[in-house]
């Protein structure tokens, strides 16, 4: 696997080194050691699959607060997604700012996405599938999250949001 370091710390675009034969690829898209290394978590507790029938269907941004904040790992593994990761750590030189990475069913490319960072997807066709690991479990006493077009932020995506839930529009401004 290559790791790509973004702008933000601990979120990595990552992609997996195929090996082709007759038959067609192999290639690994999980490892503790390598993951560990770059200091990135290597507990995995959970996945997740999300599925999205139509293109510009926005999924986010969200996350999770102490004690239960979470890394992930997503890749598209149906269709193709542009994937954003929003630093939200107060300490951080890069709080408030954003990396994307376009993630699809071809290219095998995932972004593993740090603990105080929100997520969220933007659908860039149809009949998309999204598959998550997280390294913690759901609590939805701690689930949180910040609008999606917020100029806080100054996300760009690189379509218009056509399918967004009534929670995900109506976050309100960042303070």
């Known amino acids: 696997m290559v790791f790509l370091a973004t702008k933000i710390a601990g979120v990595f675009e990552i992609r997996p ?13 999980w490892c503790q050691e390598e993951f560990a290394s770059r200091g990135l978590s290597s507990r995995l507790v959970q996945c997740n699959i999300s599925g999205s029938l139509r293109k510009g269907t926005l999924r986010g941004m969200h996350y999770q607060v102490a004690p239960f ?3 992930k790992l997503v890749r598209c593994t149906r269709g193709s997604i542009f994937d954003v990761a929003l630093d939200l750590r107060s300490d951080s030189p ?5 990396t994307a990475a376009v ?3 071809a290219n095998h ?11 969220g997807f933007l659908t860039l066709e149809d009949n998309c599938e999204v598959f998550y690991q997280m390294s913690e479990f759901y609590h939805p006493e701690a689930g ?14 690189p379509g218009t949001a056509e399918v967004i839930s009534a929670r995900d529009a109506s976050y309100p401004d960042f303070a």
Do not use: N
């Open 144 to 157: 949180r999250g910040v609008r999606w077009d917020d100029p806080a932020f100054g996300i760009e995506w």
């Open 17 to 29: 080194e195929l090996i082709h034969d007759d038959r067609g690829f192999f290639a690994r898209s």
């Open 69 to 71: 904040a979470e890394t």
């Open 94 to 98: 890069t709080y408030k700012q954003w």
């Open 103 to 105: 993630l699809t069913e």
């Open 109 to 119: 490319h995932m972004l593993s996405i740090a603990e105080g960072c929100a997520h």
